[in-house]
């Protein structure tokens, strides 16, 4: 996956690409992908609308925690 700009992610809740990222950078560590999806989620209401995004987001993190995405 290759972003150029920061997309949009979740359209119901209009959470970004960087939205998440920051989120994901207020752990100094990073635990599991699904602990790492509910704070995400706190904090930004991500997938709390359609949920179709789910997956989109569960493999951004995924990535971000393998350190695909920086
Ligand atoms: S697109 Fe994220 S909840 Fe609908």
Do not use: W
């Not at 509910?38 to 993190?61: A, F, L, P």
């Amino acid at each position: 996956m290759e972003y150029k700009e920061n997309p949009i992610i979740c359209n119901c809740m209009q959470v970004s690409l960087v939205d998440i990222e920051t989120a994901l950078h207020e752990h100094e560590k990073l635990s599991s992908v699904e602990e790492e999806f509910q704070h995400v989620q706190e904090r930004t209401h991500c997938s709390t609308g359609c949920g179709g995004c789910h997956d989109k987001i569960m493999d951004i993190i995924s990535q971000m925690m393998s350190g695909h995405l920086s």
